[in-house]
């Protein structure tokens, strides 16, 4: 087993429909937070947990994404003959050297599972990789991504990043069959379900997008059928992984939005633009009289 995590797949093939008609043409995940897409969010913490190999499951509509993080010779010397270097700059590191993107087709949308396991080629077995979610724009003091990595590292297993959710909305995630650990710290799971009722749901504790996981999911997710909706579900996979290996629910310190929903996309939109440093003071007083003015 590696010592280091070095590898994260971005699901960033679903279809996007609940942001439709923003989404007809372009992907979901290049919907900006003020001025970063999502995906950039989700590619930045990765790197901050010292991620090097970015793998990106795309699909058709998607290639917005990877030209985003690809170089824009003729945008660079725009911005460098009008004295804009540091805009140039920042756009040339957003993937820095030592890191590197590789771009997958998934040519059908059978599922989160399905999607995770077109990289199975590029894991091995024996090693550990993460799952990012774009969708889950996560905001900690420390990057979450790196805050389940430090606990990887003290012991290597399985982990998914949990929170706690309404009774009410236990239906929207895959729910961890767990006692709830203290934010910071984790404990292992018993199981877990996709999309329960609520009187179904073994506890309260959401997974949302964010996980290490065990090279050996590859295998168990080629051999899982179709489960809730008619989707491969990655957590159906996640609970035969949990028959043969540690896989723990760890409480990450921290914020998520749940930008796959218009509320939280709006959510996350004020909160950022609040103490955005160019925009903060000037949205606040709009914020306000927004508000005034209903
Ligand atoms: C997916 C997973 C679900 C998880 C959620 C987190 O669901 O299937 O287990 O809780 O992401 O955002 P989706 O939101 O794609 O329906």
Not at 139 to 157: H, K, T
Request: with cysteine; net charge negative.
């Amino acid at each position: 087993m590696t010592k280091r995590i070095r590898k994260a797949v971005f699901p960033v093939a679903g279809l996007g429909t609940r942001f439709l008609p923003a989404t007809k043409a372009q992907p979901k995940e290049m919907l900006p937070i003020i001025d970063k897409p999502l995906i950039q969010f989700a590619v930045e913490e990765a790197l901050a947990a010292g991620i090097t190999h970015l793998i990106l499951v795309i699909g058709r509509t998607k290639r917005a994404i990877a030209d985003h993080f690809d170089a824009n010779p003729e945008l660079d010397l725009l911005l460098r003959s009008k004295g804009r270097s540091d805009m140039a700059d920042y756009l040339a590191n957003i993937v820095p050297k030592g890191a590197c993107t590789i771009y997958l087709r998934q040519a059908e949308a059978l599922g989160l599972g399905h999607a995770v396991a077109c990289a199975a080629p590029l894991v091995d077995p024996d090693e550990h990789f993460a799952v990012l979610l774009a969708d889950d724009l996560m905001d900690g003091e420390r990057p979450i991504l790196a805050q389940m990595v430090d606990s990887w590292a003290d012991n290597p297993r399985s982990l998914l990043a949990v929170e706690e959710v309404a009774a009410d909305a236990v239906s929207s995630y895959g729910i961890v069959d767990c006692e709830a650990p203290e934010p910071g710290a984790s404990l292992p799971i018993r199981g877990i379900v996709e999309k329960p009722s609520p009187e179904d749901a073994p506890s309260r504790l959401a997974v949302v997008g964010r996980y290490i996981l065990d090279g050996a999911i590859m295998e168990k997710l080629q051999n899982t059928a179709p489960g809730r909706g008619g989707e491969i579900q990655l957590t159906d996979a996640i609970l035969q992984l949990s028959h043969e290996k540690q896989v723990d629910a760890f409480r990450f310190r921290g914020r998520r939005y749940d930008c796959g929903s218009k509320i939280g996309y709006i959510e996350a939109t004020l909160d950022f633009s609040v103490r955005h440093p160019e925009i903060g003071t000037e949205a606040r007083r709009l914020i306000a009289r927004a508000c005034k003015d209903q």
